[in-house]
C-alpha cells in the first residue's frame, strides 16, 4: 500500500504558527523528492517547498524566511514549519513525491490551514 497522508493544520491568527507532517505508509519517503503544495478556492494547486532526496530545500518566494520544509527518516515523515502566517497563506495543503514537475502519487485529502482574525 502507498500513501502519504497530510495533517497539522488548524485555525490560527495572522502572525501565528502551525507545523504540518506529511506521513509516508507503503514505501520509504527518503528515496523521493517530496513537496508540499497548497491550493486556496477558486486558484491553481501551487508548489511551496519541496526538500530532495539528497536533502536539498528550495521554497516559493511567497513563503521564503516563514516556513522550513525537514525530514524525520526515523519517522518516514516530512514536515512543513509555517511561522508568521498570514491569510493569504490560507489554502488545502498536500505533499507529494515528484519527479521533475509531476506528482507521484495520488493526491490525498490533504490538510486545511486557515490564517485569519
Request: with cysteine; aromatic share 10%; net charge neutral.
Amino acid at each position: 500500500q502507498l500513501q502519504l497522508v497530510e495533517s497539522g493544520g488548524g485555525s490560527v491568527q495572522p502572525g501565528g504558527s502551525l507545523r504540518l507532517s506529511c506521513a509516508a505508509s507503503g514505501f520509504t519517503l527518503n528515496r523521493y523528492d517530496i513537496s508540499w503544495f497548497r491550493q486556496a478556492p477558486g486558484e491553481e494547486r501551487e508548489r511551496v517547498s519541496c526538500i530532495s532526496s539528497g536533502g536539498s530545500t528550495n521554497y516559493a518566494d511567497s513563503v521564503k524566511g516563514r516556513f522550513t520544509i525537514s525530514s524525520d527518516n526515523a519517522k518516514n515523515t516530512v514536515y512543513l514549519q509555517m511561522n508568521s502566517l498570514k491569510p493569504e497563506d490560507t489554502a488545502v495543503y498536500y505533499c507529494n513525491a515528484i519527479r521533475t514537475i509531476y506528482p507521484i502519487f495520488s493526491w490525498g485529502q490533504g490538510t486545511q490551514v486557515t490564517v485569519s482574525s
